[in-house]
């Protein structure tokens, strides 16, 4: 597991491969750099062969090998952390286990599905409660399980997508009620509902791949359709979907930030702020490293992990 790498170490054993850059050496020679992941965590590599090199310059994204090198510690780093030196590549074979490349997040997972099952349960409004047990049954909630969240920046990990919606249904509720004066039914239908593209966006596969639909329509405008679609067959009043809808589409907050539409309703700046606050805190359960500062690329600044 990389977890347990240490200098010195000789490796040969199955990881995710994500390239980042390849290109020239100052000798004239060429260099791949990336990332080596399994769900134990993930540490830079560098390979300088260049018919290795000329392999991963073909890949689409994400993918697994077998991979031998050695463990040295990484000279362009400041930390003395780990760098992989990789020295060959093979493709996987059946027998090979790869469980371990799948990540997965400290969380319970039956007691998320059956948080999820109660807040549908708290609905009373009839049309989105019936939106709800329509959208979360059968294939769907097989998938919505299971998927992740995001393909690396929050959440991204099997049942990632299950454990956030769930969680920012809490957040989104509890403000609610603190705030008083608040459409709860559609603030929970809203917070379960706002990333359900992302069953179309990102695929379960290893390395959490995008799909070519989800690169096209991306995950707010797939949520927005999904949720259109259930709702014309359901017959939902229009004016209850066009509220949900547009928690949906303005989750992001602002349209600098990816939302075709900005908040503009008491239950939807509710919604967002919980995606936000539950998207930030995440960030704190993905400390990978002995230094207790780490600086995270979603928030572009150093994060205390420990308390001082």
């Known amino acids: 597991m990389i977890n347990d790498f240490k200098a010195g170490l000789k490796i040969c054993?199955?990881?995710?491969?994500?390239?980042?850059?390849?290109?020239?050496?100052?000798?004239?020679?060429?260099?791949?750099?990336?990332?080596?992941?399994?769900?134990?965590?993930?540490?830079?590599f560098i390979c300088f062969e260049a018919g290795l090199v000329d392999k991963l310059r073909?890949?689409?994204g994400p993918t697994a090998f077998m991979v031998a090198g050695s463990v040295d510690i990484n000279k362009f780093a400041s930390d003395m952390s780990l760098q992989v030196i990789v020295q060959k590549i093979d493709n996987l074979l059946p027998q090979d286990d790869i469980?371990?490349?799948?990540?997965?997040?400290?969380?319970?997972?039956?007691?998320?599905?059956r948080k999820l099952s109660n807040y549908?349960?708290?609905?009373?409004?009839?049309?989105?409660?019936?939106?709800?047990?329509?959208i979360f049954s059968g294939a769907t909630y097989e998938h919505f399980v299971v998927n992740?969240?995001?393909?690396?920046?929050?959440?991204?990990?099997?049942?990632?997508?299950?454990?956030?919606?769930?969680?920012?249904?809490?957040?989104?509720?509890?403000?609610?009620?603190q705030i008083g004066?608040?459409?709860?039914?559609?603030?929970?239908?809203?917070?379960?509902?706002?990333?359900?593209?992302?069953?179309?966006?990102?695929?379960?596969?290893?390395?959490f791949p995008y799909t070519n639909e989800g690169r096209l329509l991306g995950h707010i405008s797939m949520s927005v359709l999904m949720v259109q679609e259930v709702a014309a067959k359901l017959k939902i009043p229009a004016v209850r979907v066009e509220q949900l809808q547009h928690i949906i589409l303005s989750h992001h907050g602002e349209n600098e930030k990816g939302s075709p539409v900005a908040c503009a309703?008491?239950?939807?700046?509710?919604?967002?702020?919980?995606?936000?606050?539950?998207?930030?805190?995440?960030?704190?359960?993905?400390?990978?490293?002995?230094?207790?500062?780490?600086?995270?690329?979603?928030?572009?600044?150093?994060?205390?992990?420990?308390?001082?």
């Open 13 to 44: 054993q199955a990881v995710l491969v994500r390239v980042q850059k390849i290109g020239n050496s100052s000798n004239g020679g060429v260099f791949a750099r990336g990332l080596l992941e399994d769900n134990s965590g993930r540490v830079p």
């Open 58 to 60: 073909d890949l689409e």
């Open 99 to 113: 469980r371990h490349l799948l990540p997965r997040g400290d969380f319970n997972e039956e007691e998320y599905k």
């Open 120 to 134: 549908i349960k708290a609905v009373r409004t009839p049309g989105l409660r019936a939106l709800l047990e329509n």
């Open 148 to 177: 992740p969240a995001g393909m690396r920046l929050h959440h991204a990990y099997i049942g990632g997508l299950l454990q956030h919606s769930v969680d920012v249904a809490g957040i989104a509720l509890a403000l609610a009620e």
């Open 181 to 207: 004066d608040m459409d709860k039914d559609l603030v929970i239908a809203g917070a379960l509902l706002h990333d359900i593209g992302k069953l179309k966006e990102i695929s379960s596969n290893i390395g």
């Open 265 to 308: 309703t008491k239950e939807a700046f509710i919604v967002h702020y919980a995606d936000e606050i539950d998207s930030i805190m995440n960030q704190f359960n993905t400390h990978e490293g002995k230094n207790p500062w780490e600086f995270n690329k979603m928030l572009q600044r150093f994060l205390l992990h420990e308390r001082l």
